[in-house]
């Protein structure tokens, strides 16, 4: 079998599998590639979309947003030929060399000194958090002083420290969000839902709010 095929044939498996479920689009084509991705149908459940936040998402990659990550792992994962196509591109600072000494001189993680970096991207981005719940604070403490205004943000951080809470301050914020609820997410579940987006672009355009 292609890998066409395989893809096509594991997606109608975790259809038959979810036993009559569905979502309007494209908040389906997210869970499905969630669920395809992790082999995990607890993303059935957990997945919490804001009101238009797919669609909103999906407007945004066709106008060429820019994407900042967490995690180099969730920058590889994007697929970034499909979305500089669109005219945007995919950040991650984690590694800068600026970025860490900063970090270590505040006493703060990497992860944060990324998101106020990205905050100062000067362009509209899609904010996709996969390993660090700090970056989520980060996001959620630069939204209240009025430093940022993300198009969306993707909060899935994995993990047992500040994982739940840090989520929970994003669904409060006022700005369009997909958070994975709970514990479970990670790197590769923020570039899934980043290209399902993508890849859903043109399918169901006429769903996607204009302004």
Known sequence: MTPREIEAKSM???ERELNGRTWPEPEFSIVKRCIHTSADFDYADNLVFSENAASIGVEALRNGVDVVTDTKMAMAGINRNRLASHGGDVHCYISDADVIEEAKAR???RSTVSMERGAGLGKPAIFVV????TALVAIHDLIQEGRLRPTLVVGVPVGFVNVVESKELIMADDVPYIVARGRKGG???GA???NAMLY???RYADRCPTT
Not at 130 to 133: D, E, L
């Open 12 to 14: 109608e498996t975790i």
């Open 107 to 109: 006493g703060c993680t």
């Open 130 to 133: 996969g390993n660090a719940p």
């Open 187 to 189: 790197s590769n579940i």
């Open 192 to 194: 899934a839902i980043i």
């Open 200 to 202: 859903s672009m043109g």
